[in-house]
């Protein structure tokens, strides 16, 4: 795998339950070659995604509706490194 997206969003308040199912119902296609959704306290929602390398530019998950967040998603890109 060559690259790694987070995604990560807080739901407006009650919206938590609304805001992950909003993510997993998100597809992307290309789908990437793994792909896990985790939560933790106050509400967050975290995807992230592996790509490989003949992916030029992976997509990414857009913006939540702005009535399940409380502001704008967190989105970085990472790269493997050789141990």
Known sequence: MALALMWEAKA?????EALLEWARA???DPAPERRETFTAPRDRVLVITWWP???AEPPELPD????LRARPPHRWRFT???S
């Not at 407006?12 to 938590?16: D, E, S």
């Not at 939540?64 to 009535?67: L, Q, S, T």
Request: cysteine-free; charged content about 30%; glycine content about 12%.
């Open 64 to 67: 939540p509706p702005e009535e």
């Open 53 to 55: 390398e003949n992916v």
């Open 26 to 28: 998100r597809a992307l």
């Open 12 to 16: 407006a308040p009650g919206r938590g």
């Open 80 to 82: 493997p490194v050789a």
